[in-house]
Antibody
């Protein structure tokens, strides 16, 4: 079964950093673009960042550009999101999502999410 | 990039049909057939229901259908069932090579 499992969430102080991971299984990881999508408590979905299958191209929402960095290790079938200069408004469940193929394709598989709380 | 516009809530009785609209701009919905719809029951991860405006992934009932006209996409659910009660989100690829979601619509089955 195709599966995505996120980890690395937790409580962090404003201005702090955190690295999220997403372990993928049962599909050819390097053949698919991947994204991170977040959802603040009680709010809607917000796309955060995407990366091409080879990891060459990356894309960011304006709200996180310059603070978050997406990367992947295709040898480990793992997607990452480095969060820096965190703000209270970054508090959310962070989902990793697989694109059907390219980053312009829909998100066909989602993980269960990992919660990030930014608070002093 | 502003969020796509969806009605906050819709409702219908079992067996009826409901339509959820999703309005964007010429930079997203109006420019691409890369509109998708996601179902999210409470406390769960989103699930892809429609991709490229009107295509259903394997396993999604044909009661779910999508369409688009100019800058507005729509999701129609016919033959409503209790299990359809959830939040629904539209999403579109944009001219900036990014993605934008709608604010979400809560579907209540009466």
């Amino acid at each position: 079964e195709v599966q995505l499992v996120e980890s690395g969430g937790g409580l962090v102080q404003p201005g702090g950093s955190l690295r999220l991971s997403c372990a993928a299984s049962e599909f050819t990881f390097s053949s698919h673009a991947m994204s991170w999508v977040r959802q603040a408590p009680g709010k809607g979905l917000e796309w955060v960042s995407a990366i091409s299958g080879a990891g060459i191209s990356t894309y960011y929402a304006d709200s996180v550009k310059g603070r978050f960095t997406i990367s992947r290790d295709n040898s480990k079938n793992t997607l990452y999101l480095q969060l820096s200069s965190l703000r209270a408004e970054d508090t959310a469940v962070y989902y990793c999502a697989k694109h059907q193929v390219q980053s312009r394709d829909a998100f066909d598989i989602w993980g269960e999410g990992t919660m990030v709380t930014v608070s002093s | 990039q502003s969020a796509l516009t969806q009605p906050p809530s819709v409702s219908g009785s079992p067996g009826q049909s409901v339509t959820i609209s999703c309005t964007g701009t010429s930079s997203d919905v109006g420019s691409y057939n890369r509109v998708s719809w996601y179902q999210q029951p409470p406390g769960t991860a989103p699930k892809l229901m429609i991709y490229e405006v009107s295509n259903r992934p394997s396993g999604v009932p044909d009661r779910f259908s999508g369409s688009k006209s100019d800058n507005t996409a729509s999701l129609t659910i016919s033959g409503l069932q209790a299990e359809d009660e959830a939040d629904y989100y539209c999403s579109s690829y944009t001219s900036s090579s990014t993605w934008v979601f709608g604010g979400g619509t809560k579907l209540t089955v009466l």
